[in-house]
């Protein structure tokens, strides 16, 4: 089996494993490829795709967290920061610094001294890995750098650095990264129960969600990394195991870029109730979140209401008042459950802990909880240490692999080579950036593609850079065994386009039943 074959139930039922990883986000996908650089034997199943839960719905952010410093979360930060320095070094083509301006208006919760002293502070924390220090600015020169924010009671403001990153392609990489390493991976394959050795859970019962084929796996360990689902499961193994999370929910919505006018990501608090918000840059695009506000547990009920849409609309309008932003500005929207720790019912949903905590159950079985995006693989790290022990193992051996082998793509800094043999191929300039962005060093294997096949230049969608080749790509290399896993998450048609990737959704169909009669 190469490393880009999804694992069969009759690959996984005929051989048992050391570490069975439940959960493809980018929790489980982090532990799975830690464990396998390591040594350690490892499986990983998803229920659907990979990163299709909260690991594709976040504000994709790799950040230290600046509002974390006010809640006198140092550790948190400081983690959170050299964690952007690693991924930027790890995936230079998915993790990208980005520029942001944080206002100052008179009167608000945060003074502007109490602000400067914040993105000091972060500057400090963030040592050698910084991405660049901040700047302060007057109010003419916070107007001059993006001058259609709302210019009554701003009083100055601040530009600083963290990095934005496409949370989905990120998590697909951490996965591939972790199937290159020897890990089997096996998407759209769900738990239907726990297996029991005695008291000591030993593994499960698969059903593959494509086949309706079921097998049992047998595993020495059992790591629970479902995210929002981590309940759902821990009840498996103890029907009376209490909540450990009490999630939140976070949305999303995508406006044309030119509608806001923004020429840089922008953080500020919401004049409805003072929650902090971001501004976000995306090409062409503009997309507007985070709602924070208590969810109804079920993570597979969790949507944008009609009312999340309001809330961020008025907050952008307040913001950029000649925006004049309405609902049928609205491209998309996206909603994710964040897994946060259960806290004292009395604390806000905004001011939940952002750590993480593993638990073992009274099987044996490891869950993790909480945490956020950029600190991924320090969950993941602390997780395989604990493995390793019970395992037998040293946990320190290959322990700092997963800090320096590069992410699949990853292997290049500087892409700008790769942009003339995409030219000479005849594909237009915006097609050869996207795609350099997208792929990285791995972009050689796209133009492989159109050379073998002339079609695969062409364009999916009439409104979007992405061509065939990508589908090819997604199937034969990332793992895509659905039109949607390419449509939302291969290539994000869904959400960049304004008939949510309809126009492509016949190809894309074609050029997938293609691959399979081919593979």
Sequence with gaps: MTPWVRASLRDLGTVGTDLLVVGGG????????????????VTLVEARDFGSGTSSRSSRLIHGGLRYLEQGRLRLVLESLRERAVLLRLAPHL????????????????????????LTLYDLLAGRGNVRRHQTLGKRGLLEIEPLLRDRGLTGGALYHDAQCDDARLTLATARGAAAAGARLASYTRVLALRFQGPRVAGARLRDELTGEETDLTARLVVN??????????????????????????CHLVVPRARIGNRHAVIFTSPLDGRVLFILPWGEWTYVGTTDT??????????VEPADVVY??????????????????????????RPLLAADPGVPASG?????????????????????????????REVVDRVARLLGRSASAGRALSGQVPLPGGEARVLDGFRAAGLELGLPATSVDYLVGQYGAEIPA??????????????LHPEHPAIAAQVSFAVQRELACTAEDILARRTRLALETSDHGEAARGSVERLLEAERRLS
């Design 26 to 41: 980018i929790t489980g996908a982090g532990i799975a490829r830690d464990a396998a650089l390591r040594g350690i034997a």
């Design 95 to 118: 993790v990208r610094p980005l520029s942001f301006v944080l206002p100052f208006f008179r009167g608000e919760r945060v003074p502007g001294w109490k602000a400067r002293l914040g």
């Design 225 to 250: 990394a479902t995210g929002p689902w981590c309940d759902t499961l821990r009840r498996l193994e103890d029907s009376t195991a209490a909540p450990l999370l009490r999630p939140t929910k976070g």
């Design 294 to 303: 208590d969810a109804d547990p079920d993570p597979d009920a969790v949507v």
């Design 312 to 337: 961020l609309l008025r907050s952008a309008n307040a913001l950029f008042p000649t925006a004049h932003l309405a609902e049928a500005d609205v491209v998309a929207t996206w909603a994710g459950l």
């Design 352 to 380: 939940r802990s952002r750590e993480h905590r593993i638990v073992t159950g009274p099987g044996g079985m490891l869950t993790i909880a909480g945490g956020k995006l950029t600190t991924f693989r320090v969950m993941a």
């Design 446 to 459: 796209i133009y492989a593609l159109c050379r073998q096949r002339p079609e695969l230049k062409e364009p």
